[in-house]
Nanobody
Framework: QVQLVESGGGLVQPGGSLRLSCAAS????????ITWYRQAPGKERELVAY????????NYAGSVKGRFTISRDNTKSTVHLQMNSLKPEDAAVYYC?????????WGQGTQVTVSS
């Protein structure tokens, strides 16, 4: 079955960095795009970054452009989100998602806390 598992979250000080990972299984990984979303308490889930199946296409939310980098390793069925210069407003639960046909599959999320 399709499975997405996020990892790498934690507590970091403002200005610090974290690297999130999304490990996938159960589908032909290189054929499908992966999107990172985040949701802070009391806010709607928002798109953070997107990467195409072959890794050649990426897109970012304006709020993270220049600070976050999405990448993928299709040999390991893993997508990474490198987050630099973190701000308190980046604190949220981060999720990865893929869409197979008309069905969206989500991971369980990983918590990112940005605080001094």
């Amino acid at each position: 079955q399709v499975q997405l598992v996020e990892s790498g979250g934690g507590l970091v000080q403002p200005g610090g960095s974290l690297r999130l990972s999304c490990a996938a299984s159960g589908f032909t990984f290189s054929s499908f795009a992966i999107t990172w979303y985040r949701q802070a308490p009391g806010k709607e889930r928002e798109l953070v970054a997107y990467i195409s199946g072959n890794g050649l296409g990426t897109n970012y939310a304006g709020s993270v452009k220049g600070r976050f980098t999405i990448s993928r390793d299709n040999t390991k069925s893993t997508v990474h989100l490198q987050m630099n210069s973190l701000k308190p407003e980046d604190a949220a639960v981060y999720y990865c998602k893929t869409r197979l046909g008309v069905v969206d599959y989500w991971g369980q999320g990983t918590q990112v806390t940005v605080s001094s």
